[in-house]
């Protein structure tokens, strides 16, 4: 079986079983709005968010009330890995409620971060894992949808914000996403839970927090840089691991911008500015990510060819 996909995720254009084509078709592709989105400063981006009418963007909280529903089934099933179970587990050590599995929404800790990885780790769980509950997608991405989500969503309840305030935050979450992912690319080998919807995540928690445009910025900045190594390698289970880890570097990038710690100019990736940065991110992934994307498929292959070898044997 072979297939080709071209320019977005859903973009399949060709489908190939046993060498005969059982499906192929012209995959058009809107570059305006791409183009539009990459023209967007981050200026205009936190101008909307404070001037936004909420009602128009109410569906935000939807997003984040059906991603808490699907970190509950993720625990209660005990789907994928099962990461968001063994994280809440772990609060409990060797005093494991008896129903904690059952009804782990009221067994959640009162630590934001723990909290946070917990149901980033569950809502991938039952993603990856075959859960029939929706997940509101951010840029054609479920799993992005969660990361940049559920720490914004969860720190607005800790912090007692209202849901003006806690829509402003999601929406400038879900912005900042989209600004680094436009630049760096829809299917870039970077993994973008990690870059892109962290950054996000970091941005929307800042602003929950009441940073400064500058504080915003370094919070960003302090998520992209220790994350912009991490590769995608496919959808699966351990995508939850994933996700979990950009979960907790983007609330201690914003922990950290607020004692004025930022990456700067002679932190790696990491330049003088939020812009700078995010454009010598965008340049390494328009270099040489295609041989990496290739040789990352290669060794995929691999293993499967590996593993149907040994099955035959048996």
Do not use: W
Not at 1 to 15: C, F, R, Y
Not at 24 to 33: G, L, Y
Not at 203 to 222: C, D, I, P, T
Request: charged content about 25%; glycine content about 8%.
């Amino acid at each position: 079986m072979a297939a080709v996909v071209e320019h977005t995720h859903d973009g399949v254009s060709l489908i190939e079983v046993n060498g005969k084509k059982i499906l192929e078709k012209n995959i058009s592709f809107e570059e305006n709005q791409d183009l539009e989105l990459e023209s967007l400063r981050l200026e205009e981006i936190f101008s909307y968010v404070n001037t936004a009418d909420t009602r128009e963007l109410h569906f935000l909280l939807d997003g984040y009330k059906m991603s808490l529903e699907l970190a509950e089934d993720g625990i209660v099933q005990g789907f994928g890995l099962k990461s968001g179970r063994a994280y809440l587990s772990e609060v409990y050590g060797d005093h494991v409620p008896a129903d904690l599995y059952e009804h782990p929404m009221n067994y959640l800790p009162d630590d934001l971060p723990t909290r946070a990885r917990i149901l980033v780790a569950a809502a991938s769980d039952a993603r990856m894992g075959g859960s029939r509950l929706p997940a509101m997608a951010a840029m054609g991405d479920g799993n992005q949808g969660l990361t940049a989500m559920i720490p914004v969503g969860t720190a607005a309840e800790f912090l007692g914000k209202n849901e003006d305030e806690t829509i402003r935050a999601l929406a400038l979450s879900c912005l900042m996403l989209f600004y680094v992912k436009i630049h760096i690319g829809r299917a870039a080998a970077f993994c973008l839970c990690a870059i892109a919807a962290s950054a996000g995540a970091a941005a929307g928690l800042a602003y929950l927090m009441g940073a400064s445009e500058k504080q915003l910025k370094a919070a960003v900045k302090n998520s992209i840089s220790p994350l912009c190594g991490m590769l995608c390698d496919g959808a699966k289970n351990a995508c939850a691991l994933k996700m979990a880890i950009a979960s907790s570097t983007a609330i201690s990038a914003v922990t950290l911008a607020f004692k004025d710690v930022e990456c700067g100019f002679y932190d790696g990736v990491a330049d003088d500015t939020l812009e700078q940065t995010v454009s010598c991110i965008t340049d390494i992934a328009a270099g040489s990510m295609d041989m990496l994307d290739k040789a990352m498929v290669d060794e995929i292959l691999k293993k499967s060819e590996r593993r149907r070898m040994e099955m035959q044997k048996n």
